[in-house]
């Protein structure tokens, strides 16, 4: 591999002009430059990022835990965070806690002693206590933590309200929210909150279910929406909390002789590629995404800088009909 | 945050000694090591691995460039690599391509760049001469590429005639495979290899149809399969190229009025968590994700540690019979 010293020999001059025209510091003419630049092609230079990195306080990387990969939400997220960081010039530094408090922890660690510009947390069980030793910026999404610099979440109770008010306005009368997992805290009860609050004003029965910690991480909801169906036959319009558990519904639905949406009506959470991609396809409260990921590598950067950010950022989710409750 | 010097100062010791203990070199007593990592702890010290990867040749990180993220197979690669990855203790540094040739060759010399211990790269476009001037170990996945380091395929071929053979055996007549993208060399070309050479033998009539670039980078099927099955009333069974176009099928089909099985089977390919959450569950052949995703990082750790590698790896794959077919 070529190093700076190579290329100072081939072009003639010092390591030290050389190294001035590579981060651009005072005077150097067009053609020193043009020189330096001709030399580093020849040789294929590429500039060691870790050597120059040392230099500054932090690396234009950022660090980004989340629990699942390969769960739909999680890698619409990746993506788009991805995307946003890329036309920063950002890279990223990907790890998958599996929601373990451990490995969060661990992964903390190493982002640090990465010195990442920042990190972007979607934990299950993150706690404000791991995070006091920190001292890079911490974004947390869809997750508000005391000790985190900052919080991207969107409006979840509103999501909650919207999918009842679907739900009711299609003629259900006996709803069924499938939402989030018991003793933890997640987005998923502030969908019940709003869903629960448009129930009891316009005076409509609903069941809500809590999942548990193991249904999360592998996956997998068929036995606990057999046994609900099965104990209550009047269901006739469900929200579930994820797309995931939508599709899941559609299924169960299929195997036990119930039509969506002429027998049961669903409404799904996220508005995830999958959505579109069932038969038929789920009805579902969007999630700005795109907007969330920008946002939270924007506070990183911002953060990073020293600027002041919001501690606590909210956005807004919408209702999108599709067919399973048309 | 603590540095080297605060530990020393702290426990009473050189920074030599500090920096012997944190490397592990030569004879360091048992109550030293301890003082050390107590002085480490109180001070909450994050070694800077930045610093310590400039003394190695390359970092623990592995580069992971991939034209999309969002698609299934592809989310479901990243976290099985990420998965194995971290169990020997290696980073991903993330890059997603779009497909696009300018931004493979940015990311990879932003990997080299970034002394990264190899790259792993999924290429729709990758071409033999980008990598030639590489000094890093270059794994490609569903891609043999003359000038890599060592590729790792699964048998697309014997793929395409599983999937043939079963929609044979279960009495299909007329046949539809959806292949790889036209003018591009795809893993979908050797599936509708295998998949003609069954037919023919069979004397089954079949139509194969490929994609394009736009429809591969959009994930969007639908117009491309409601032309074919209105041009076409026959078709009795259908093998799509990926789970992913396979539940678009499903959708046509619902639009159409087609039952699928009972008017027309099929099969996808890749065995991705979608699969299973459609309805029906699509029957497919299984690509060993897992254990590509394994033998991808271990290439790369392999060939980083200056040892011989096999310069083309071929795993088998398997057909997953599920409702589609049944």
New interface residues.
């Given amino acids: 591999?070529a190093t700076l010293k190579d290329v100072a020999a081939r072009c003639g001059l010092t390591v030290t002009t050389v190294s001035r025209v590579l981060n651009n510091r005072g005077y150097i003419s067009d053609k020193t430059r043009s020189k330096v630049y001709a030399a580093m092609e020849e040789l294929?230079y590429?500039?060691?990022?870790?050597?120059r990195?040392?230099s500054k306080k932090s690396?234009n990387?950022i660090g980004v835990i989340m629990p699942?990969?390969?769960h739909?939400y999680f890698?619409?997220m990746?993506?788009n965070i991805?995307?946003a960081a890329?036309k920063k010039g950002y890279?990223?530094?990907?790890?998958?806690s599996k929601g373990a408090d451990h490995k969060e922890k661990e992964y903390l660690?190493?982002c640090?002693?990465?010195?990442v510009a920042g990190v972007i947390v979607f934990s299950s069980t993150v706690k404000g206590l791991e995070f006091a030793?920190s001292?890079i910026p911490l974004i947390t999404v869809e997750r508000f933590v005391e000790n985190g610099t900052a919080a991207v979440e969107c409006d979840n109770e509103q999501g909650g309200m919207l999918a009842a008010e679907a739900l009711i306005k299609s003629g259900c009368k006996h709803l069924l929210i499938i939402s989030g997992v018991s003793k933890s805290v997640m987005p998923a009860d502030d969908r019940l909150k709003g869903f629960a609050k448009v129930c009891e004003e316009r005076g409509v029965v609903y069941k809500a279910v809590s999942t548990s910690m193991n249904q999360y991480n592998n996956?997998e909801y068929h036995a606990l929406l057999t046994g609900e169906l099965k104990l209550d036959n009047e269901i006739d319009g469900i929200f579930a909390s994820s797309d995931?558990i939508a599709?899941?519904v559609?299924?169960v639905c299929?195997k036990m002789g119930k039509r969506v949406p002429e027998d049961i009506k669903l409404i799904g959470f996220d508005d995830v590629?999958?959505s579109r991609?069932?038969?038929?396809?789920i009805s579902t409260i969007h999630q700005p995404i795109k907007e969330m990921a920008e946002m939270a590598v924007d506070l990183v950067i911002s953060s990073s800088e020293g600027k002041v950010v919001p501690k606590r950022t909210i956005l807004p989710v919408s209702y999108i009909e599709r067919e399973s409750t048309k």
Same sequence: chains 1, 2.
């Fill in positions: 591999m294929n590429q500039p060691n990022e870790v050597a990195s040392l690396t990387t699942h990969i390969r739909p890698s619409e990746i993506s991805e995307n890329s890279k990223i530094l990907l790890a998958n660690d190493m640090t002693s990465n010195r030793n001292n996956l995931l599709a899941q559609l299924q299929r590629l999958l991609l069932t038969t038929p396809p």
